[in-house]
């Protein structure tokens, strides 16, 4: 190029001097330019023609090059590293022109050569020229990924993103192949061609999610992890809902069961109770539940929050925009080390940590509408009421002249609402159009590698369906996190206040049984307070009380409780491979309540004195939670071993008073002082408890290659809640398991990815019950006095003797993945037997009390769960997916005590009309038992029952009670579809349950047990018996006599439900930064909004269900 340029500036030396013409004098001076290039490439062309003789034996080409050179004079230009693979040429030419003979050495190499006059430049190809390519590495919602990994394919050549997931890496060749890869997503090759500059979204993997089992005291590798866990993302859960926690997992996991109550339906201030793979724990032989008046429920899992323990409401109120990560751990293997606590399965939640890099502010928000479902109500309108009135015969019925006039009247006059076209739809009076909510959350993180920070701050306002019911939940929390060498420090504040109101409409059920001829309101629009009045002598009541008329009044009915929490931990990196962990919370809980209802409320139309009534509580709990783990874990040649060991210690002191004062005239006078004062022989109730529990755990795992491994956790705990003599319990687990997949015959198998056999036992522990059980108790007594001495008289019979509530689990699993993963899931198979349960015990009356606890108790549980998950169709832009999971469990009574015998036999003496939970040894708690029925008598219209011998007759006894079938159903859980496509996001899921069985309430209530002079499901009127040898369902409507437990009203409970539906996007980000954000994603939810049952009953009888519907933002800036 040199000498060209030299050739072009003589040409233009010989041009002649330039004119006024400059286009000529351009166009002539090109053509100069032109001509000379053309002789220099021909003159160039001539000396690469040169003709040479080379004989050469196995010579590298360095040789070649010196050769050519002596007998050429060409020099030759290039680099040593090129050409210094190329050996072993053998040249046998004669009269070979200096291109040929350059051809032939370097021909299958990728080096080329070019000549430029005398010299000759041997270099590399451009398909292999290193380049540089520069991109960036996001998630499937546009974030970045720090620390992925990048690879080019074939070579070692590595990579990895920095803290805005940008990346260079020096490349060659022309299509050159890079694997992009991060923990929990799906790893991505990318065929960079051309390209120097990529981005790269990186999907969520679901099972690769799992690599880790995150265990509280610290964490797994899953691949050599022989127990039944589960984990679940931030990013799973807000593609199911943004409602609350609880019902999020409840459709994502098959074992995590919120348990129907069909009373109180979707009440936002409702905390639902939650089971694990079922029941292991006995009520007491009151019928309820020992800890519903402690904390809850006695099969309620151990919930952890960031390490520490926390109640089921805080859980229920937790944002779930915080959740980083979620696990459920289910088995004894998993669960052994938190001991005493584990029979009910642990979950542990994980929030999010601050993200260290610039000041960063995210925003979530969103708006809810809620629509209450009527669907499963009908009831009769006006003039259909007022006929099955007639058919009950309210209107006769007696010879005196007097009475019947006074029939004609009462029925004349609801006659005339209904012709007046009175037909009030009572149902929809309390309840709201739409119930609007608000959530909104604003976290402020940043800081570098060593310092980082965090402020959230929560708002969130549930409003119900019914008018005047909302949850509002403030809350703020500071997180600091600080690394210093091979110390970390973390830090978090928090802070929540929850207040929830309660509708003063009272129950809906009250609205369900108002006759539509009633009308709310008087001939001025207000609000009657007494809607009715009959002098019909077959009625119970001669005055209808208007339940709207409760809201018209000055009432309160509101708990709020204030939660402070510190958290404070310490990590110890001491050796690369030993760390130790330290941490300790205290936490302060403030609860109140208040209801209110003046003199005015319904509740006192029938009382005469002490009208109008003030209930105050207030419930103080302070605790207390640390740990300290040692971790060690070290890996050499094909083995793998890890050690942890511990000890935690937690403590509360709870303490609770109430009060209820009477007497207040006027709806203004809404503070207890202002009251008359107690009832008689009242006062103030209250109760003070502590309880505390120290732990020693450890847990070893050790594998061999990956492929056989085995694991053990052994755990002591101490508690105050049990006797003196039994006051430690030791629990442990052993397991073992199989890599399969790692066997040589499946190495790099496209069909088998994973295949995990686990099998694990062990012995877990419950103490989810009133602290003093074991404790002979004494409550003084004011007005037994002697002197200056107080009386005291004993108000529970103690046990010293009192020991654990003992679980054994056993699990067998198998964890799989195949067609290079697109097909995965997991199955497990369980037994779980509890003994040791605390029950009743009978005592002589004589003693001064009915019973006192012993562990007697036995039960058992076994059953299945699955999960399965299939990728129809996966390329750049579509990820197809669609998944099922399934669980069947059964459970069975093995040993019960006196006092569950009584039970039963106070049961029956209490002629209750809904089947009661019977307990009879070999029998499921779960078993209906009913009385078994025969049908409606065609002829007479009564009810014909098979007794325990087999024989019939018309009268219903207790002593015929029979274990007719179960609620336990043959396979419930949930499936649904995920679709993903160039920023979409479609997520469907679905609950099913089918095979069991329930009793029909409804039928019982609204059908045939019912007052006629109530509103009444359509049924008690069009499928009663009416007319003599036509078949019916249900008895003849003028049969006034109580329906008592029958096989009549067993109904198969299959159900559907589409639980959630959810359509998001997520905008491109060079789009989303042309505002100054990072990233802007929209959500829409739906969620509850369909279902189908084989079951026609009334659900949310107190508070109606409700359909879920949400759009939602979030924003990053």
Same mark, same amino acid.
């Given at each position: 190029?040199?000498?060209?340029d030299?050739?072009?500036?003589?040409?233009?030396?010989?041009?002649?001097p330039p004119?006024n013409?400059?286009?000529?004098?351009?166009?002539?001076k090109?053509?100069?330019?032109?001509?000379?290039?053309?002789?220099?490439?021909?003159?160039?062309w001539?000396? +690469? %023609?040169?003709?040479i003789?080379?004989?050469l034996q196995?010579a590298?080409?360095?040789?070649?090059?010196?050769?050519i050179q002596?007998?050429?004079?060409?020099?030759?230009?290039?680099?040593?590293?090129?050409?210094?693979?190329?050996?072993?040429?053998?040249?046998?030419e004669?009269?070979k022109?200096?291109?040929?003979?350059?051809?032939?050495?370097?021909?299958?190499?990728?080096?080329?050569y070019?000549?430029s006059?005398?010299?000759?430049?041997?270099?590399q190809?451009?398909?292999?020229?290193?380049?540089?390519?520069?991109?960036?590495?996001?998630?499937?919602?546009?974030?970045?990924?720090?620390?992925? +990994?990048v690879r080019?394919?074939?070579?070692d050549?590595?990579?990895?993103?920095?803290?805005?997931?940008?990346?260079?890496?020096?490349v060659?060749?022309?299509?050159?192949?890079?694997?992009f890869?991060?923990i929990?997503? @799906?790893?991505q090759?990318?065929?960079?061609?051309?390209?120097?500059?990529?981005?790269?979204?990186?999907?969520?993997?679901?099972?690769?999610?799992?690599?880790?089992?995150?265990?509280g005291?610290?964490?797994?590798?899953?691949?050599?992890?022989t127990?039944?866990?589960?984990?679940?993302?931030?990013?799973?859960?807000?593609?199911?809902?943004?409602?609350?926690?609880?019902?999020?997992?409840s459709? $994502?996991?098959? /074992?995590?069961?919120?348990?129907?109550?069909?009373?109180?339906?979707?009440?936002?201030?409702a905390?639902?109770?939650?089971?694990?793979?079922?029941?292991n +724990?006995?009520?007491?032989?009151?019928g309820?539940?020992?800890?519903e008046?402690?904390?809850?429920s006695?099969?309620?899992?151990?919930?952890?929050?960031?390490?520490? @323990?926390?109640?089921?409401?805080?859980v229920?109120?937790?944002?779930?925009n915080?959740?980083?990560?979620?696990?459920?751990?289910? %088995?004894?293997? *998993?669960?052994?080390i938190?001991? /005493?606590?584990?029979?009910?399965?642990?979950?542990?939640?994980?929030?999010?940590a601050p993200?260290?890099?610039?000041?960063?502010?995210?925003?979530?928000?969103?708006?809810?509408?809620?629509?209450? %479902?009527?669907?499963?109500?009908?009831?009769?309108n006006?003039?259909?009421?007022?006929?099955?009135?007639q058919? *009950?015969?309210?209107?006769?019925?007696s010879?005196?002249?007097?009475?019947?006039?006074?029939?004609?009247?009462?029925y004349?006059?609801?006659?005339?609402?209904?012709?007046?076209g009175?037909?009030?739809?009572?149902?929809a009076?309390?309840?709201k159009?739409?119930?609007?909510?608000?959530?909104?959350?604003?976290? =402020?993180?940043?800081?570098n590698?060593?310092f980082?920070?965090?402020?959230?701050?929560?708002?969130?306002?549930?409003?119900?369906?019914?008018?005047?019911?909302?949850?509002?939940? =403030?809350g703020?929390?500071?997180?600091?996190?600080?690394?210093?060498?091979n110390?970390?420090?973390?830090n978090?504040?928090t802070?929540?206040?929850?207040t929830?109101n309660?509708?003063?409409?009272?129950? !809906? /059920?009250?609205?369900?049984l108002?006759?539509?001829?009633? &009308?709310? &309101?008087?001939?001025?629009?207000?609000?009657?307070?007494?809607?009715?009045?009959?002098?019909?002598?077959?009625?119970?009541q001669?005055a209808?009380?208007?339940?709207?008329?409760?809201?018209?009044?000055?009432?309160?009915?509101?708990?709020?409780?204030?939660?402070f929490?510190?958290? !404070? /931990?310490?990590?110890?990196?001491?050796?690369?491979?030993?760390?130790?962990?330290?941490?300790?919370?205290?936490?302060?809980?403030?609860r109140?309540?208040?209801?209110f209802?003046?003199?005015?409320h319904?509740?006192?139309?029938?009382?005469?004195?002490?009208?109008g009534?003030y209930?105050?509580?207030?419930t103080v709990?302070?605790?207390?939670?640390?740990? *300290?783990?040692?971790?060690?874990?070290?890996?050499w040649?094909?083995?793998a071993?890890?050690?942890?060991?511990?000890?935690?210690?937690?403590?509360?002191?709870?303490?609770?008073?109430?009060?209820?004062?009477?007497?207040?005239?006027?709806?203004?006078?809404?503070?207890p002082?202002?009251?008359?004062?107690?009832?008689?022989?009242a006062?103030?109730?209250?109760?003070?408890?502590?309880?505390?529990?120290?732990? !020693?755990?450890?847990?070893?795992?050790?594998?061999?290659?990956?492929r056989?491994f085995?694991?053990?956790?052994?755990?002591?705990?101490?508690?105050s809640q049990?006797?003196?003599?039994?006051?430690?319990g030791?629990?442990w687990?052993?397991?073992?398991?199989?890599?399969?997949?790692?066997?040589?015959?499946?190495?790099d198998s496209?069909?088998v990815?994973q295949?995990?056999?686990?099998?694990?036992?062990?012995?877990?522990?419950?103490?989810?019950?009133?602290?003093?059980?074991?404790?002979?108790m004494?409550?003084?007594?004011?007005?037994?006095?002697?002197?200056?001495?107080?009386?005291a008289?004993i108000?529970?019979?103690?046990?010293s003797?009192?020991?654990?509530?003992?679980t054994q689990?056993?699990?067998?699993?198998?964890?799989?993945?195949?067609?290079?993963? #697109?097909?995965?899931?997991?199955?497990?198979?369980?037994?779980?037997?509890?003994?040791?349960?605390?029950?009743?015990?009978?005592?002589m009356?004589?003693?001064?009390?009915d019973?006192?606890?012993?562990? $007697?108790?036995?039960?058992q549980?076994?059953?299945?769960?699955?999960?399965?998950?299939w990728s129809?169709?996966?390329?750049k832009?579509?990820?197809?997916?669609?998944?099922?999971?399934?669980?069947? &469990?059964?459970n069975?009574l093995?040993?019960?005590?006196?006092?569950?015998?009584?039970?039963?036999?106070?049961?029956?003496?209490?002629?209750?009309t809904?089947?009661?939970?019977?307990?009879?040894?070999?029998?499921?708690?779960n078993?209906?038992?009913?009385v078994?029925?025969?049908?409606?008598?065609?002829?007479?219209?009564?009810?014909?029952?098979?007794?325990?011998?087999?024989?019939?007759?018309?009268e219903?006894?207790?002593?015929d009670?029979?274990?007719?079938?179960?609620?336990?159903?043959?396979?419930?859980?949930?499936?649904?579809?995920n679709?993903?496509?160039?920023?979409? @996001?479609l997520?469907?899921?679905?609950?099913?349950?089918?095979?069991?069985?329930?009793?029909?309430?409804?039928?019982?209530?609204?059908?045939?047990?019912? %007052?006629?002079?109530?509103?009444?499901?359509?049924r008690?009127?069009?499928d #009663?018996?009416?007319?003599?040898g036509?078949?019916?369902?249900?008895?003849?409507?003028?049969?006034q006599?109580v329906?008592?437990?029958t096989?009549?009203?067993?109904?198969?409970?299959?159900?559907?439900?589409?639980?959630?539906?959810?359509?998001?996007?997520?905008?491109?980000r060079?789009?989303?930064?042309?505002?100054?954000?990072?990233?802007?994603?929209?959500t829409?939810?739906?969620?509850d909004?369909?279902?189908?049952?084989?079951?026609?009953?009334e659900?949310?009888?107190?508070?109606?269900?409700?359909?879920?519907?949400?759009?939602?933002?979030?924003?990053?800036f």
């Open positions: 190029m040199h000498n060209q030299l050739r072009e500036k003589s040409i233009r030396g010989v041009l002649p004119t013409n400059r286009l000529f004098s351009k166009s002539l090109r053509c100069f330019v032109a001509a000379g290039c053309c002789l220099f490439s021909i003159s160039v001539a000396q +690469s %023609d040169q003709r003789t080379l004989n196995k590298s080409l360095e040789q070649v090059i010196w050769e002596k007998k050429t004079g060409f020099t030759f230009m290039y680099g040593s590293n090129d050409i210094q693979a190329v050996n072993n040429i053998t040249l046998n004669k009269d022109s200096i291109r040929e003979i350059l051809d032939k050495c370097l021909k299958g190499t990728n080096l080329t070019e000549i006059g005398k010299e000759i430049i041997i270099k190809t451009d398909a292999n020229k290193k380049r540089t390519i520069k991109g960036v590495v996001v998630d499937k919602d546009g974030m970045p990924l720090p620390g992925a +990994s080019l394919k074939g070579t050549t590595v990579s990895g993103t920095n803290l805005d997931g940008e990346f260079q890496i020096a060659s060749g022309n299509a050159p192949t890079l694997v890869s991060f929990g997503t @799906e790893t090759e990318v065929a960079v061609g051309k390209q120097n500059e990529l981005k790269i979204t990186l999907l969520e993997n679901v099972r690769a999610l799992d690599d880790v089992v995150v265990t005291y610290y964490t797994q590798r899953k691949q050599t992890f127990g039944a866990a589960v984990n679940y993302s931030g990013e799973e859960l807000a593609a199911i809902s943004n409602k609350n926690v609880l019902s999020t997992l459709s $994502l996991d098959p /074992s995590f069961k919120l348990v129907d109550n069909l009373s109180l339906g979707s009440n936002p201030n905390v639902p109770n939650v089971q694990v793979r079922g029941m +724990s006995l009520p007491d032989a009151s309820s539940n020992l800890s008046t402690y904390k809850g006695a099969n309620l899992p151990t919930f952890i929050l960031d390490g520490f @323990e926390v109640d089921v409401e805080k229920y109120d937790l944002d779930p915080r959740i980083q990560n979620i696990s459920i751990l289910k %088995d004894a293997s *998993a669960t052994a938190y001991g /005493s606590r584990a029979a009910n399965g642990v979950v542990i939640i994980d929030t999010k993200a260290f890099g610039k000041l960063q502010l995210n925003y979530y928000g969103s708006v809810s509408a809620e629509v209450a %479902d009527l669907s499963d109500y009908h009831l009769l006006a003039s259909e009421k007022l006929r099955y009135e058919l *009950a015969g309210l209107y006769s019925g010879n005196a002249t007097y009475v019947e006039e006074m029939y004609r009247q009462d004349n006059d609801r006659l005339k609402l209904v012709q007046r009175v037909d009030t739809d009572w149902l009076l309390p309840l159009s739409t119930g609007i909510s608000n959530q909104h959350s604003i976290q =402020l993180e940043g800081g590698e060593n980082r920070y965090g402020v959230d701050l929560t708002y969130n306002m549930t409003d119900g369906v019914m008018k005047g019911s909302d949850r509002t939940k =403030l703020t929390s500071i997180k600091l996190q600080y690394n210093y060498k110390l970390r420090f973390r978090e504040i802070y929540d206040k929850v929830s309660n509708s003063p409409y009272g129950s !809906f /059920s009250q609205y369900a108002m006759n539509p001829y009633y &009308y709310p &309101y008087d001939e001025n629009g207000q609000v009657k307070q007494i809607v009715f009045e009959s002098s019909n002598a077959n009625s119970s001669t209808v009380s208007n339940p709207l008329y409760n809201a018209t009044l000055n009432t309160k009915d509101q708990t709020t409780y204030d939660d929490v510190d958290n !404070f /931990s310490v990590e110890w990196n001491i050796l690369p491979n030993l760390k130790f962990k330290g941490q300790f919370s205290i936490e302060r809980i403030n109140y309540s208040d209801i209802k003046p003199a005015d319904t509740d006192f139309v029938n009382q005469e004195e002490n009208k009534s209930q105050k509580g207030n709990s302070e605790s207390y939670d640390g740990s *300290a783990v040692l971790s060690y874990f070290n890996y040649k094909k083995h071993l890890s050690v942890n060991a511990g000890w935690n210690i937690t403590s509360e002191d709870e303490d609770y008073s109430s009060y209820t004062i009477y007497g207040f005239p006027n709806q203004q006078l809404d503070h002082s202002l009251g008359a004062g107690f009832l008689e022989d006062g103030v109730e209250g109760d003070a408890t502590i309880s505390r529990l120290m732990g !020693f755990f450890a847990n070893v795992n050790y594998s061999y290659d990956d056989y085995v694991d053990g956790s052994i755990r002591l705990d101490g508690s049990f006797g003196s003599e039994q006051r430690w030791t629990f687990s052993a397991g073992l398991g199989w890599n399969i997949h790692n066997e040589q015959v499946f190495k496209p069909i990815n295949l995990r056999l686990r099998a694990s036992t062990g012995f877990t522990g419950g103490q989810n019950f009133y602290p003093y059980q074991a404790l002979m004494y409550q003084y007594n004011t007005n037994l006095s002697y002197q200056d001495y107080i009386g008289v108000k529970a019979f103690g046990n003797n009192l020991k654990w509530q003992r689990k056993h699990n067998l699993g198998v964890d799989f993945a195949f067609f290079n993963n #697109r097909l995965s899931g997991y199955f497990n198979y369980f037994i779980e037997n509890s003994k040791d349960l605390l029950v009743d015990v009978d005592m009356s004589y003693l001064g009390f019973s006192y606890k012993e562990n $007697l108790g036995e039960t549980n076994k059953g299945y769960e699955f999960n399965v998950r129809i169709f996966q390329n832009d579509w990820h197809v997916n669609v998944f099922a999971n399934g669980q069947h &469990y059964t069975k093995k040993k019960i005590s006196s006092g569950l015998s009584s039970y039963n036999q106070q049961a029956d003496a209490e002629e209750s809904a089947p009661y939970v019977r307990y009879a040894e070999g029998a499921s708690i078993t209906i038992w009913v078994q029925s025969a049908g409606i008598d065609p002829a007479t219209g009564n009810e014909v029952f098979i007794k325990r011998d087999g024989t019939y007759t018309n219903w006894s207790e002593q009670y029979v274990p007719y079938a179960s609620t336990d159903p043959k396979l419930s859980g949930n499936f649904g579809l679709i993903y496509w160039k920023g979409w @996001e997520n469907t899921n679905f609950f099913y349950r089918f095979g069991g069985y329930a009793y029909n309430q409804t039928l019982v209530d609204k059908v045939e047990n019912v %007052d006629p002079f109530n509103n009444v499901d359509s008690a009127l069009y #009663r018996w009416q007319t003599p036509v078949p019916a369902v249900f008895k003849r409507i003028s049969d006599s329906t008592r437990p096989s009549r009203f067993v109904e198969k409970d299959n159900f559907l439900s589409a639980t959630s539906l959810s359509l998001a996007y997520t905008f491109d060079d789009w989303v930064k042309s505002f100054g954000a990072q990233y802007l994603k929209l829409f939810y739906a969620n909004f369909l279902q189908a049952s084989t079951m026609r009953q659900r949310g009888t107190d508070y109606p269900y409700a359909r879920h519907f949400s759009i939602a933002a979030q924003v990053t």
